[in-house]
């Protein structure tokens, strides 16, 4: 779903498009499902999860909703060696997300490179730092971790993608940690 493009001064691009019904079909499967866990005797504890589940899915499949996420962590996130790419407004839409395209490769693609120790250790602390910075100073989480999110860029930085899963933290979550 997410294509390079560039735009008119030859800029690399990335545009995420979400396919036509993914949303009505996500509904119909939470619904589905929702009615076959209801009557179990667990279902009380299940529509709890349910009801953040159906919040969280919603916020993901709004891109307007995901490129304000993303603008967010771009002006709030200062770590060194962290990059968040720059949503292009003029080109988004609740269905259409654009943002500047980062020129890294994937977990796999760059573990294939063979890397260094020095360099594995290097990325792991800018993830260990990122998490503790997000939620200890942010407050905020990207909460998708997928390996899929996070692009290995020339030079040791880490590029962090896909906002479309974010959790505030109350300040006591932190104090409790």
């Known amino acids: 779903q997410v294509h390079a493009a560039t735009n008119h001064a030859g800029e690399p691009l990335a545009v995420k498009v979400q396919y036509p019904g993914v949303a009505a079909g996500i509904r119909a499967d939470l619904a589905l499902l929702r009615g076959v866990l209801r009557p179990t005797r667990l279902g009380h504890v299940f529509a709890a999860c349910f ?90 989480l990207h909460a998708d971790p997928n390996l899929g999110n996070y692009l290995f860029l020339p030079g040791g930085e880490l590029g962090l993608l896909d906002f479309g899963c974010v959790r505030s933290l109350p300040s006591s979550f932190a104090e409790g940690l």
């Open 51 to 140: 009801e953040e589940l159906e919040d969280r899915l919603a916020e993901e499949l709004d891109y307007q909703c995901e490129a304000a996420h993303t603008e967010w962590f771009r002006e709030h996130l200062r770590l060194p060696g962290i990059i968040v790419p720059r949503v292009e407004r003029a080109l988004s839409t609740r269905r259409v997300l654009t943002t500047t395209r980062l020129g890294g490769v994937h977990l796999d693609q760059w573990l294939a490179t063979q890397p260094s120790q020095v360099a594995r250790d290097h990325y792991g602390q800018l993830l260990v730092d990122l998490f503790y910075h997000s939620v200890f100073a942010l407050g905020r």
